[in-house]
């Protein structure tokens, strides 16, 4: 039998990430220290040293806590476009509107190096690809897909692009651009759909 845990354990930790979030957005993945967050939280190094031995573990939560959103279930009613658009228009928001845009280019960056880092990222794609997987199997199900669409493309271009036009080419995400894109996504996959 297991014992829920401690309501004191859990507000000392998540006290601990909102704290590491802050000092992250503030002044970058090298400034989470079990220091720096002892320093802004008053919790003692020893206690953040019980729940994360290991500094990349207490960054790893904190990059995890910004990455992660609330358990949302992605729109397959239908027609593709207005399930993508809403789709897409999460994970703008999130880029433009969370600290998950203000830390992404850090964790990015990390997980060319850091294992947990990297564990973050692959997490989070996980469940974008999911999503964008389960709008596409619902549009085919409804027969608004060309038989040959390249969906596994057209999942990446859903996720990745948006990162790619924020991040390295420095362009904005807003309305415009999304309708744009979802339109030409659903062009490649051959949407038979009403626009």
Request: glycine content about 6%.
């Amino acid at each position: 039998m297991t014992h829920p845990e401690d309501p004191r354990l859990t507000a000392t930790r998540d006290h601990a990430l909102d704290s590491a979030l802050q000092i992250l957005l503030e002044h970058g993945v090298l400034a989470v220290t079990h220091g720096s967050v002892s320093k802004a939280t008053g919790i003692s190094r020893s206690t953040l040293y019980r729940h994360w031995p290991e500094i990349a573990q207490l960054r790893h939560n904190a990059f995890k806590r910004a990455a992660i959103p609330p358990n949302i279930t992605p729109m397959t009613n239908g027609p593709l476009r207005d399930d993508l658009t809403w789709t897409m228009g999460a994970l703008v928001s999130a880029l433009n509107d969370t600290p998950w845009g203000q830390i992404a280019p850090q964790v990015i960056a990390a997980a060319a190096t850091d294992r947990d880092a990297r564990n973050v990222i692959n997490e989070l794609m996980q469940e974008r690809i999911a999503w964008v997987e389960s709008i596409f199997a619902a549009a085919e199900a409804r027969g608004e897909l060309k038989s040959d669409a390249p969906v596994r493309n057209l999942v990446e271009m859903a996720i990745a692009v948006p990162y790619f036009r924020k991040f390295i080419a420095g362009l904005p995400l807003n309305q415009d651009w999304l309708d744009s894109h979802v339109d030409f996504i659903c062009r490649a996959a051959g949407d038979l759909g009403d626009k």
